[in-house]
Each structure stands twice: as structure tokens, then as C-alpha cells.
């Protein structure tokens, strides 16, 4: 795949899966265009398949319901800017989500609460940040309420 998915979400630092909203999307990106209705019928479906899975897949890479609600993508640069902002965003937004299959076939969404997914080093990196350091490198996209 000459498309580097990782290599995309570390870029921008925080991606849509699939979704249209303030930050770019990894279907896009990978069909080369906007995609009107299912990405699955999409001509470049099995591509966007795979790309969200190596994403999935990265230890360099979280998943959560972060921009809109939305599958959102975030590269670890960007952890102690989430973490330093927690109390902003709302720590139900950054429940880290992980999707896997189950032996019967389905897929299961297995959610990590944000106190079990931060370390005490990913801490006192986000204790290192002000709170506008940490709204610059979330991007525009970021408005705190």
C-alpha cells in the first residue's frame, strides 16, 4: 500500500475514521475523494479497510470518540495534550476504544477508561504543558466550552 496510514494520523495528529468533520478523514485520504454515502461501496473499500486496520493495529495510535462523538484517531505526540486537557474535553471522551473479533466472528468494541490508559509518565508530560500549548497542538479543531 503506498498509502502510509500511521504515517498519516502522525501527520495531522488527529483523524476521522471515516467520518466528515474538522479534521481530515482516513477514507478520504485513502479513496482520493470525498465519499458520498458507505465507504464500504466504495470502489477503494478493501483499501480502507485495510488502512483503518493497520491504524488499529499501531501501539502509536488511539482510538477514541473524540471529535464529534466520531471514531477519531490520535497519534501518541498528541496523548499528553488529551491527557493535560482531560477535565476540558471530558474524560468519557477519551475512552480509548479498541475493536475485536470474537470467535464466533463478530466484532466487539472493548473500551479502556482514560484512569487505566494514562501512565505516570504520559502524566508528567501533560504536567509539562499549559493548557494553551495543549489547545495549540490539539489544532483548530479543538474549541473548549
Not at 17 to 36: L, T, Y
Not at 64 to 76: A, E, I, Q, S
Not at 92 to 102: C, E, G, K, M, P
Request: hydrophobic letters at 45%; aromatic letters at 8%.
Amino acid at each position: 500500500m503506498s498509502f502510509d496510514p500511521v504515517a498519516f494520523v502522525e501527520q495531522h495528529g488527529v483523524v476521522l475514521a471515516s467520518a466528515r468533520g474538522p479534521v481530515p478523514s482516513v477514507a478520504e485520504a485513502v479513496a482520493g475523494e470525498r465519499i458520498r454515502g458507505s465507504w464500504w461501496g466504495h470502489a477503494r473499500g478493501r483499501e480502507i479497510f485495510a488502512a483503518l486496520g493497520a491504524i488499529a493495529d499501531s501501539d502509536d495510535v488511539r482510538c477514541f470518540r473524540l471529535v464529534d462523538g466520531k471514531v477519531t484517531f490520535v497519534h501518541r505526540r498528541l496523548w499528553p495534550a488529551l491527557v493535560r486537557l482531560a477535565d476540558e474535553l471530558g474524560r468519557s471522551r477519551l475512552i480509548a476504544v479498541v475493536q475485536v473479533h470474537t470467535p464466533s466472528g463478530a466484532h466487539e468494541n472493548i473500551s479502556t477508561p482514560f484512569s487505566q490508559w494514562v501512565t505516570p509518565q504520559l502524566t508528567q508530560a501533560a504536567l509539562r504543558l499549559s493548557v494553551d500549548e495543549a489547545r495549540a497542538q490539539l489544532g483548530a479543531w479543538y474549541q473548549p466550552t
